[in-house]
């Protein structure tokens, strides 16, 4: 929260002797100077970036990473294939794996969510998370809105490894279709830090309409709370 403290400043003004003349306000008197000039400084332009704000990471049974990440349009103009890239290293500093997912547009101010794998199988030390934008992928763009809402998101476990997290989702906008929406499940444990993540797809998701989703988690880790998140993948033409 930011707080704004006004301070004011109190100018003592001398009477002059009886029967003398004032000088005029805008002249210099001796050993003054001349009156200053008020300027005002322009904002500086918010620069374009794509910051990672959270992220968390665990591995399965075969050494494989379970990820999630979320990002922020820091910047005045909507990004164009914001691109995650996800880096193992071994206990020596040495890169194990690279990956990259490439998610489609982020408004200014928006934030948004991925969990997905990562890897080759090989149990990392540590993992590294970089967001990035290229820079002809910077555009003018409408400001950010609430697009989508998430109902009812429940977990079922099918008994053979897979986990799905089920609900569903409602489009708040009221003249765009969308051929997919993706919505991602990020897991916490009971300190708040991200384990993991998956991703699924709804299809078919009318203006204002609403349809059931199902994300299939596997080799999921031992977590606390879940939180959906979603973002328009294929818009209807």
Known sequence: MYKIVALGAAA????????????????PTEGGG??????????????????????????DEQGYIHYGVIIKNEGAQGALFPTVKIVS???????????EQVLMS?????????????????????????????????QDSDPNIEMFRIDG????????????????????????????????ALLRDANGVIVGGYTGFADN????????????GYGVPEYATVEAWAQPWSVAK
């Open 34 to 59: 001349a009156p200053a000039k008020q300027t005002q400084t322009a904002p500086e332009p918010k620069e374009n970036k794509v910051s990672l704000v959270d992220s968390g990471w665990s591995v």
């Open 153 to 184: 998101l429940n977990v079922q476990d099918s008994g053979y490894g897979m986990v799905h997290f089920v609900g569903e989702i409602t489009s708040l906008l009221e003249d765009t279709n969308m051929n997919q929406v993706a919505v991602s």
């Open 89 to 99: 290293k071994d206990e020596s500093g040495n890169v194990i794996s690279s990956d």
């Open 12 to 27: 003592l003004l001398a009477a002059t002797l009886a029967g003398c003349a004032s000088e005029p306000a805008d002249q």
């Open 106 to 138: 982020i408004r200014p101010d928006q934030e948004l969510a991925w969990g997905g794998q990562a890897g080759h199988g090989t149990p990392p030390a540590t993992v590294e998370f970089e967001v990035s934008v290229g820079s002809g992928n910077w």
């Open 205 to 216: 998701l009318s203006a204002g309409g609403t349809t059931a989703f199902d994300i299939i």
